[in-house]
């Protein structure tokens, strides 16, 4: 959806266990908003499904798929369940994300073991 000049809508991502609150554009990449915050150590990898250095979990919120998400790091199971690479996905509303894996260090400054 676009607003009145044309642009992608954009929703609030806010991220659990750290104050990180951030807007991403439908068009635009979950990891891709959160790196453009500036926030220090977000580790942006290949930004196309493949590493999986950014798996997040969705908690709330509708989202829809960018990319494919290589199934050796994300199961189809995983991925119904919210369990998602944040450079494959956009928001569709509101979100509200937990980071897991080699990304939640960095951003909520805990490790969040990865389980596909």
Request: hydrophobic content about 40%; overall charge positive; aromatic content about 4%.
């Amino acid at each position: 959806m676009a607003d009145d000049h044309g642009q992608a809508a954009a929703h609030r991502v806010r991220v659990e266990d750290s104050d990180l609150s951030y807007f991403c554009r439908e068009s635009d990449s979950v990891l891709i908003a959160m790196a453009r915050t500036g926030r220090r150590g977000i580790p942006v990898g290949c930004t196309r499904g493949g590493c999986g250095v950014c798996v997040v979990e969705v908690v709330a919120g509708r989202w829809k798929k960018l990319f494919p998400m290589t199934r050796a790091i994300v199961s189809e199971e995983a991925e119904q369940g919210g369990r998602v690479l944040a450079c494959c996905i956009a928001p569709e509303s509101e979100l509200r994300i937990r980071v897991v894996g080699k990304l939640s260090k960095n951003v909520t400054g805990t490790v969040v073991a990865r389980v596909t």
